[in-house]
């Protein structure tokens, strides 16, 4: 079945750099758009970047500018580069298939959800 494998979380200083990476098997990834959600306790889980299979990206009003997604439909992966980070950037972050539910919205393609990797931003 597909699985979702996050990694590179860790802990920074406001301003630093982590680059996030995600291994999705299955036949899922080539078909579908990817991206990356964060989460934080007692919030709704958010979706702040996507990379269709197109090409196309799109990303949260609170990280464009800062962060950039890529993915290899080779290896599986989709990447999360995260610059100028900010303290309520901390979350745990994960990544899914995204699908569209409408003409403006994703959904996540894939119910079981990875583990996610932990970012933490602090001085």
């Known amino acids: 079945q597909v699985q979702l494998v996050e990694s590179g979380g860790g802990w920074v200083q406001p301003g630093g750099s982590l680059r996030l990476s995600c291994v999705a098997s299955?036949?899922?990834?080539?078909?579908?758009?990817m991206g990356w959600y964060r989460q934080t306790p007692g919030k709704q889980r958010e979706l702040v970047a996507v990379?269709?299979?197109?090409?196309?990206?799109n990303y949260a009003d609170s990280v464009k500018g800062r962060f950039t997604i890529s993915r290899d439909n080779a290896k599986n992966t989709v990447d999360l580069q995260m610059n100028s980070l900010k303290p309520e950037d901390t979350a745990v972050y994960y990544c899914?298939?995204?699908?569209?539910?409408?003409?403006?919205?994703?959904?996540?393609?894939?119910?079981?959800w990875g583990q996610g990797t932990q970012v933490t931003v602090s001085s």
């Open positions: 899914n298939a995204l699908g569209l539910l409408d003409s403006a919205r994703w959904a996540y393609a894939n119910d079981f």
């Open positions: 299955g036949s899922i990834f080539s078909n579908y758009a």
């Open positions: 990379k269709t299979n197109g090409g196309s990206t």
